[in-house]
């Protein structure tokens, strides 16, 4: 079936550093991708999507680009804040399987000390 | 309302209580998806609802877990006889149409079975 892989963390950084977090996916057919962020205390918000291969989603100075050739989607901003401390969910979307919830990475908890 | 609303909040249970929690979706969306966050751990799918009906419950853990959706709207999931494995958190979310492309994630339902 269809898999999310996240790095793991927690991932400590200093702020304005540069953040990469890993996504690789398995799908069966051809998936939609996000990443979700849930900050602390909060839902699930959405923080940005790709829906075909080399489409780039961005939001809040986040991109992440749908490589198909190596399954992957990494999340990457330029210079964190302290405000982009959360817990980051990788997860796609592959209606092909008839499975219409979203599968989801385990998150990676990104904390960003000033 | 404005978002998708979940109670209670919190929940503590003994061993072998019956527990409901309840999700209100956006107005309008007819998909509807629980999903289970344990500690540490990713999300879990448990159920989708398109309208009333579930065509998906593959992710429900067992038969002591049970869900129904109203009117298109309101949905209750049920643990009957619960068990110290069911601490988690449940999230509920809504998404406009079937196919989901975005979904919209509620603040969940901690619940913690003594």
């Known amino acids: 079936g269809d898999s999310v892989t996240q790095m793991e963390g927690p991932v400590t950084l200093s702020e304005e550093a540069f953040l990469t977090i890993n996504c690789t996916y398995t799908a069966t057919g051809y998936p939609s991708l996000f990443w979700y962020v849930q900050y602390p205390g909060e839902g699930l918000q959405l923080l940005l999507k790709?829906?075909?291969?080399?489409d780039k989603g961005s939001n809040k100075g986040f991109e992440a680009t749908y490589r198909k050739e190596t399954t992957s989607f990494h999340l990457e901003k330029g210079s964190v804040q302290v405000s982009d401390s959360a817990v980051y969910f990788c997860a796609l979307s592959d209606p092909d399987t008839g499975r219409r919830a979203l599968t989801f990475g385990s998150g990676t908890r990104l904390q960003v000390q000033p | 309302g404005a978002g998708v609303s979940q109670s209670p909040s919190n929940k503590v249970t003994e061993k072998g209580k019956d527990v409901e929690l309840r999700c209100d979706p956006i107005?309008?969306?007819?998909?509807l998806y629980w999903y289970r966050q344990s500690l540490g751990q990713g999300l879990e799918f448990l159920i989708y609802?398109?309208?009333?009906?579930?065509?998906?419950k593959s992710g429900l853990p067992s038969d002591r877990f049970s869900a129904e959706r109203t009117g298109g709207s309101v949905s209750t999931l049920t643990i009957q006889r619960t068990q110290q494995e069911d601490s988690a958190v449940y999230l509920c979310a809504s998404s406009p149409a079937a196919g989901v492309t975005e979904a919209f994630f509620g603040q969940g339902t901690r619940l913690t079975v003594v």
């Open positions: 609802f398109q309208g009333n009906s579930a065509p998906d």
């Open positions: 107005s309008g969306h007819t998909a």
């Open positions: 790709a829906t075909k291969a080399d």
